[in-house]
Nanobody, 125 residues
Framework: QVQLVESGGGLVQAGGSLRLSCAAS????????MGWFRQAPGKEREFVAAISWSGNGDSTYYADSVKGRFTISRDNDLQMNSLKPEDTGVYYC?????????????????????WGQGTQVTVSS
């Protein structure tokens, strides 16, 4: 079994930055792909960012709402800049057993097999 633990969440003012980390332990995840999702109060869990990597480099994919502000890295850190109140929510990192094909990251929650417990991010206006 794979355990994922997120850290780095907190309270920040609009325009500020946070860096989330995701630590993996337990059984090694062989897939070269990771992702981040978030869930705001009263809303469905939504995709935030994903990354896959191979000998040809990294491929990343972002939700339109965070593009240009968030950056995901291969160690599954999520750098969040220019935060907005609408970024508030519980952030989850996710790992998958699926094999990456043509370097395409996984952007749907159903494609992920392991989830962390989440870390709260609150952005005040």
């Amino acid at each position: 079994q794979v355990q994922l633990v997120e850290s780095g969440g907190g309270l920040v003012q609009a325009g500020g930055s946070l860096r989330l980390s995701c630590a993996a332990s337990g059984r090694t995840v062989s897939s070269k792909a990771m992702g981040w999702f978030r869930q705001a109060p009263g809303k469905e869990r939504e995709f935030v960012a994903a990354i896959s990597w191979s000998g040809n480099g990294d491929s990343t994919y972002y939700a339109d709402s965070v593009k240009g502000r968030f950056t995901i890295s291969r160690d599954n850190d999520l750098q969040m800049n220019s935060l907005k109140p609408e970024d508030t929510g519980v952030y989850y990192c996710a790992a998958t057993r699926r094999t990456v094909v043509s370097g395409v990251p996984f952007i749907y929650a159903i494609e992920y097999d392991y989830w962390g417990q989440g870390t709260q991010v609150t952005v005040s206006s």
